[in-house]
């Protein structure tokens, strides 16, 4: 099946500071979102972005389907932003079969 | 307008024991399923469901059953419950274009957290 690794697996910021979380992915996909899941496990929908670029406020994603990865833009970090990172794919076929990379965890201090 | 709502939100089992983790949408979604995530290990799929009265099996279906009997509902079953079954539960779903192979935006419930003793 698909493999989807996410890089870095752990990161620290200073409040204030941009990163970039990176999703590489071993088969064509249809289907391509991030989510955040914070400290309270819950798990929220950042982008639903299977090519191209979006963005909403302070974070940004980019998807180029070809080269097989997306990269999720965090900028002006805040304490807010921690939590756990997920990247989660979707290759063809008429399934619902969405597969989890194993999450960046950020830590952002104040 | 609810989502996805999974009950109950904490269980605890005794070994052997049976129980049913509920998942409901009020979204008329196609798509529903579950996952496991333990610690270190991410998000796994364990069933998934097209369709009512269609259900597939995920990565780590051994130890659950699923039905889905009307488009709103996707109830978990677990038969005789081991401490390897110890983990959150989310519960998610999602909606499907008409005449495509695509699924939309996944959205997921708030968790269900199983402890097996």
């Known amino acids: 099946g698909i493999q989807v690794e996410q890089s870095p697996p752990d990161l620290i910021l200073q409040e204030g500071a941009n990163s970039t979380l990176r999703c590489n992915f071993s088969?064509?996909?249809?289907?391509l979102q991030w989510f955040h899941q914070n400290p309270w496990g819950q798990l929220i929908n950042l982008f639903y972005?299977?090519?191209g670029t979006k963005q909403n406020g302070r974070l940004s994603a980019t998807t180029v389907a070809t080269e097989r990865y997306s990269l999720l833009y965090i900028s002006s970090s805040q304490t807010t932003d921690s939590g756990v990172y997920f990247c989660a794919v979707k290759t063809g076929s008429n399934t619902g079969k969405l597969i989890f990379g194993q999450g960046t965890t950020l830590q952002v201090k104040p | 307008n609810a989502g996805v709502t999974q009950t109950p939100k904490f269980q605890v089992l005794k070994t052997g024991q049976s129980m049913t983790l509920q998942c409901a949408q009020d979204?008329?979604?196609?798509?529903m399923s579950w996952y496991r995530q333990d610690p270190g290990m991410g998000l796994r799929l364990i069933h998934y469901s097209v369709g009512a009265g269609i259900t597939d099996q995920g990565e780590v279906p051994n130890g659950y059953n699923v039905s889905r009997s009307t488009t709103e509902d996707f109830p978990l079953r677990l038969l005789s419950a081991a401490p390897s079954q110890t983990s959150v539960y989310f519960c998610?779903?999602?909606?499907?274009?008409?005449?495509?192979?695509?699924?939309?935006?996944?959205?997921f419930g708030e968790g269900s957290r199983l402890t097996v003793l």
């Open positions: 998610a779903s999602s909606y499907r274009p008409s005449g495509t192979s695509v699924t939309g935006e996944l959205f």
């Open positions: 972005i299977p090519s």
């Open positions: 088969d064509s996909v249809n289907n």
């Open positions: 979204m008329n979604h196609e798509y």
